[in-house]
């Protein structure tokens, strides 16, 4: 099965959601996919320093700013996204993605493992790891930035059918881009990490975010992997079926070899 699956990189200027909206939809009008997976807050930026400046510029995750551009880029391009975004509920902030699929359905996913200082802004996400069904049949499964160090977030979303993880980040440390090949691998997957470019500042506050935005295929091959600081969409055919071997050799399977009943949890 034939299927283009996008990553779009990008160095979004904190608080200007209309700058950066415009910026995603300039770099995505003319491209075609059947998936496209953007960064982690890409709308907001990312070095806040206090809950009332998340909240200045986090949004309602049905109707507000971001989700009505990619609903209308969903219907025009006949694409998918994955797009990280500051989700304003009831309860509190989330650090959310959402998908957006071209019949304008959106699912949202809330960050499991917050980062740093994002422990004092967001809420810890609620929703569990969850795989959303795209294009009638492609398993997507969505996690955000640090989730890739709990090697509990990959195997979940495996474990509930994902063939892609959308991977949305802001990453700062030197260690995710090399560590998905493996969560890829350890669960036959393809992951398409998303990453921001960029030098932040706020105030006395400052991040370096990474770039390296990538592709990698089930045997965790590179299928794609951009530079450090570019702007600019890559997109790849790959067959989301290759997901579905999870036989290492004719004796090993990923599956029904786990041992759960020595596993700590
Ligand atoms: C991160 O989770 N944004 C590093």
């Not at 990619?70 to 650090?95: C, D, H, P, R």
């Not at 969505?142 to 892609?164: K, V």
């Amino acid at each position: 099965m034939r299927f283009k699956v996008g990553v779009c990189q990008f160095n979004p200027e904190l608080f200007n959601v209309s700058r950066n909206l415009a910026k995603m939809e300039s770099l995505l009008s003319d491209v075609s996919a059947d998936l496209i997976v953007l960064p982690e807050l890409a709308a907001s930026g990312y070095v806040f320093r206090s809950k009332a400046e998340v909240s200045s510029c986090a949004e309602q995750p049905q109707n507000g700013p971001t989700a009505q551009l990619f609903k209308a880029l969903a219907k025009q391009n006949k694409t998918s996204y994955v797009v990280g975004f500051a989700e304003k509920a009831k309860a509190g902030l989330y650090n959310s993605s959402m998908l957006v699929n071209p019949d304008g359905k959106i699912n949202i996913y809330r960050k499991t493992h917050l980062f740093f200082e994002e422990k004092k802004w967001f809420m810890p996400g609620d929703t569990g790891f969850k795989v959303f069904t795209i294009k009638g049949s492609i398993k997507v499964g969505l996690m955000i930035c640090f989730d890739w160090i709990f090697p509990e977030s990959a195997r979940s979303l495996a474990l509930a059918g994902a063939q892609i993880v959308a991977h949305s980040a802001n990453l700062v440390l030197p260690w995710c881009q090399q560590a998905m090949i493996t969560r890829s691998l350890e669960n036959r997957i393809f992951s398409v990490t998303s990453n921001r470019t960029g030098l932040e500042k706020n105030g006395t506050s400052k991040l370096k975010f990474t770039g390296m935005s990538q592709i990698i295929d089930p045997t965790g091959k590179i299928v794609s992997r951009m530079n450090e600081t570019e702007e600019y969409v890559v997109v790849k055919e790959i067959n989301p079926l290759k997901a579905d071997d999870k036989n290492v050799t004719e004796y090993n399977n990923l599956f029904t070899d786990r041992r759960t009943e020595l596993y700590l949890s």
